[in-house]
């Protein structure tokens, strides 16, 4: 059965950090671009972060960039979301969704989805 699943939500002060995971089953990682999106609520989903499988090159968003890094190990079958210097505005429900080899902008160009974890940045 084909899966994504994300992990390591929470709720976290201002400041801190979360580790997001999201791992594969029923097909290898290999050959698919995995990005991360989240949507707060009212708000509509927004693309966050992105990372190829052809030379893993990287992408963010710029409301991310110098705090997010996101990482892949394939020996593992998962993608990571580090997220440093959380802000209250990064509280959402983040995803992880895949298509294969190179990353896009468009969220519809992603044919696959996990349910979600959510990120609360609160004091």
């Known amino acids: 059965q084909l899966q994504l699943v994300e992990s390591g939500g929470g709720l976290v002060q201002p400041g801190g950090s979360l580790r997001l995971s999201c791992a594969a089953s029923?097909?290898?990682?290999?050959?698919?671009?995995i990005g991360w999106f989240r949507q707060a609520p009212g708000k509509e989903r927004e693309g966050v972060s992105c990372i190829s499988s052809s030379d893993g090159s990287t992408y963010y968003v710029d409301s991310v960039k110098g705090r997010f890094t996101i990482s892949r190990d394939n020996a593992k079958n998962t993608v990571y979301l580090q997220m440093n210097s959380l802000k209250p505005e990064d509280t959402a429900v983040y995803y992880c969704a895949r298509r294969m080899a190179t990353c896009r902008r468009s969220q519809g160009a992603y044919g696959y989805w996990g349910q979600g974890t959510q990120v609360t940045v609160s004091s």
């Open positions: 029923g097909f290898t990682l290999d050959y698919f671009a």
